[in-house]
């Protein structure tokens, strides 16, 4: 019988390209978004921001855990998690912290200033929300924030942290039964977070549905498939059908114990089956991508460039945003990778 970790899927999939599909998925959304230009209005009506993150939260599910089981210990899992996410993260902080003074309507010695200070200091944290904003910068755009699409980075930190407090617990009482019981546990939170915003009217409760315990139902349905592997293969026709009706139902009357899983059949079928190729090898341009579009759209925004013109200004922050996740890759990200990593690998052949 063929061992999970032998399974050639793992080596030769899709999620790379997907990846990049959902980061361009979110770069669209927010060009329409942040700007409200009304020849870009279609754009929210046939793409969804909010599935391409959960999508990624899927993914991560999938890839993390079997990064995990994968490290020779603790200490090997800890420095593959920080070396593939915190230099980019770091840099894109320093980038906006020390350059965004050349946009701000405040003088340089007004903008360094504890505002500043918080800013980074919150950020370098991963506590985007206590200080979004920097002095001076975007204060006239539709959203003051800096960068808001990194918060989804704390969540992602949080996950990657409790991934071996997990996995302690698949080998104490089973894969099966800690992963349903969390799935549970966390759909019915975010169903109850999301009941007080309803009742009470405050959006604190929203945006705390939308925190990890909330987002924890889309990393559980990734590893599931990663830890039942096998199993999803013998029946990949009958998860992908399921799937697509239950996505397809929860569109009309939501299906929020369903709608996760449903998802994360869709996501990990594509990326394991109908190989398209070895992408990885041109590197992995996605997370560059995510972390910096957002304040490139707010620069053009600031000041109105290419507003006469929304498709020109659509097809610009595209290109500068994928020139600088090139950059960031190539620059940052993936000098900081070690040699076994799977991209040195690819892109070296």
């Known amino acids: ?11 030769k999939n899709n999620f790379d390209l997907l990846r990049l599909v959902f980061a361009a998925t979110v770069v669209f959304v927010h060009t329409y978004e942040l700007s409200r230009y009304e020849p870009l209005s279609w ?35 800890a420095s593959k998690r920080a070396r593939r996410i915190y230099p980019a993260y770091f840099t894109v902080i ?7 003074v050349f946009v701000s309507a405040k003088s340089a010695g ?34 003051t924030a800096v960068n808001g699409a990194l918060w989804t980075l704390k969540v992602e930190v949080m996950f990657y942290i409790s991934v071996p407090v997990f996995v302690y617990l698949f080998r104490k009482f089973s894969e099966g039964k800690i992963l349903a019981l969390t799935y549970f546990l966390s759909v019915t939170y975010a169903m109850l977070m999301a009941w007080l915003a309803a009742r009470t009217g405050d959006n604190l409760y929203a945006e705390l549905g939308h925190q990890l315990p909330g987002q924890l139902a889309y990393f559980m349905a990734g590893a599931f498939f990663y830890y039942y592997l096998p199993f999803f293969e013998k029946n990949a026709g009958i998860f992908l059908g ?5 996505l397809f139902a929860d569109y009309f009357y939501p299906l929020p114990f369903l709608e996760p899983f449903a998802l994360a059949a869709l996501v990990v079928f594509f990326g394991l089956f109908l190989y398209v190729g070895k992408f990885g090898k041109y590197g992995d341009f996605s997370y560059g991508i995510y972390i910096l579009h957002f304040p490139i759209i707010q620069i053009f925004l600031q000041y109105g460039w290419l507003s006469e013109s929304p498709w020109l200004y659509f097809a610009a922050v595209l290109s500068l945003t994928l020139a600088a996740g090139f950059a960031m890759w190539h620059l940052v990200e993936k000098r900081f990778l070690l040699r076994s990593s799977h991209y040195l690998a690819e892109t070296s052949r």
Do not use: C
Not at 1 to 11: C, V
Not at 46 to 75: H, N, P, Q, T
Not at 122 to 137: C, D, E, K, M, S
């Open 1 to 11: 019988m063929l061992h999970r970790e032998d399974n050639p899927r793992l080596r």
């Open 43 to 77: 754009i929210p009506q046939i793409f969804s921001s909010d599935v391409a993150v959960k999508s990624f939260f899927v993914v991560s599910g999938f890839l993390i855990f079997m990064s995990y089981e994968r490290s020779s210990s603790l200490a090997s899992y």
């Open 94 to 100: 320093l980038l906006a912290a020390f350059g965004l």
């Open 110 to 143: 007004e903008y360094f200033s504890l505002e500043w200070v918080k800013y980074l200091a919150a950020n370098l944290a991963f506590l985007n929300f206590l200080q979004p904003t920097l002095p001076g910068v975007f204060e006239l755009n539709r959203y």
């Open 242 to 246: 399921a799937g697509i009706l239950i």
